[in-house]
DNA sequence: TCGTTCGTTCGGGATGAGCCGAACAACACG
DNA sequence: CGTGTTGTTCGGCTCATCCCGAACGAACGA
């Protein structure tokens, strides 16, 4: 997935959270801004398959000046401790925030987003799209060389599935090397 | 998201299906080979936020040599009535599978694949991923109008974080426009 | 060594997704 | 007009997910 729901993308978007937020501030407020982007972030995020909470986490730590730590996080958020605790987890492992532990002393774990969107993309298109292509790949190899005497319908099918499936991990692989602003000139330089 | 969970890919994946199926095969059975394949796609499936369901179904539907109505897909699947609707209803707004009304006479509906897979993630980009970036990418800017004559480090960050949209959507953009050759041939001829 | 401070893990409650069977609605054909 | 056939909708069941509070464990300082 990528996409958690592909319809239904706007469900219950009025869930109550837990500690109200910015009572109420002029336009031109800061914390106002901020507050209307992390919504929006919250949306985003279960569009891509994450919770509401993940999104809020992350938009937090975006604004943040310095990594937080958990019990930061769940002041800033209202959050329980095991919730920002599994997001947080969830998160290092997407790759949208990173732990910088040992920073100075103690073992007090803090957190600072991935600002650059794409690498978080290219992340996943490495580590979870590609690898998916290729486990797919291999099966679909394997049936082909089972069905290498059959000449019918299916083994037909089976190899355009395989082609196909070369094309897009090819893709994948080559953007995944990109940065964002190579890729746009790639596209934009190319002519058909 | 695209994903769905981009952690924990492979859950219980041994759930039991509803009826049997190709009991016992030698390897270079044409059947038995679709099986392994299909059960592949149930698995490519879960990962993009799909049900194992719509997985089947789409495999089914990808071997079939004609399109296959409901009633069909019941049989093929094993799956309730109700459950082929409802999947084929979400596979056919995402782009997966079509519907073939009134080929013929009759209300039979009857669903074929589309089994270039580049077209479907090229419409996901389109409707999906670039409208979510449209939306984002509003709130932003009206944010940054509100913050003209702030100038602290959130006015910074909704900034930076603009042009990181604004750049992933003028991608996602520039992709939905190709064919997925063109893409590989546009990526392979870019030379930094 | 003993609190203190942080983070993780565990069990539980509420919500939603996936699937089912059965009832319902629409349409073709006798 | 019935009547069968096909697809959709509805209520219910089960299980996973999200979030919580509380208990647990590991590190540090006094």
């Known amino acids: 997935m990528l996409t958690k729901h592909f319809g239904e993308v706007c469900r219950d ?26 919504e929006s972030m919250e949306q985003s995020a279960e569009l891509y398959g994450l919770s509401r909470s993940a999104g809020r986490i992350y938009g937090v730590l975006y604004f943040a000046a310095e990594p937080l730590s958990i019990g930061d996080l769940v002041e800033e958020t209202g959050y329980a401790k095991s919730t920002v ?63 290498e005497a059959v000449d019918d319908e299916t083994a037909a099918r089976i190899r355009e599935l395989r082609e196909t499936h070369e094309t897009l991990l090819d893709v994948v692989d080559l953007a995944a090397d990109f940065s964002a602003a190579e890729l746009r000139e790639a596209l934009e330089a190319y002519d058909r």
Not at 13 to 38: F, G, K, Q, T, Y
Not at 110 to 119: D, K, T
Not at 120 to 138: C, I, P
């Open 13 to 38: 978007s009025a869930r109550s959270r837990p500690v109200e937020r910015v009572p109420d501030m002029r336009d031109d407020d800061p914390a106002a801004a901020r507050e209307r982007v992390i």
């Open 85 to 147: 605790s599994n997001v947080t987890r969830t998160l290092t492992r997407i790759g949208l925030i990173r732990r910088r532990s040992s920073s100075g002393g103690g073992r007090r774990v803090r957190f600072e987003p991935e600002r650059e969107l794409w690498y978080v993309v290219r992340e996943v298109l490495r580590r979870d799209v590609a690898r998916e292509l290729q486990t797919t790949l291999r099966t679909v190899r394997q049936a082909e060389r089972d069905l």
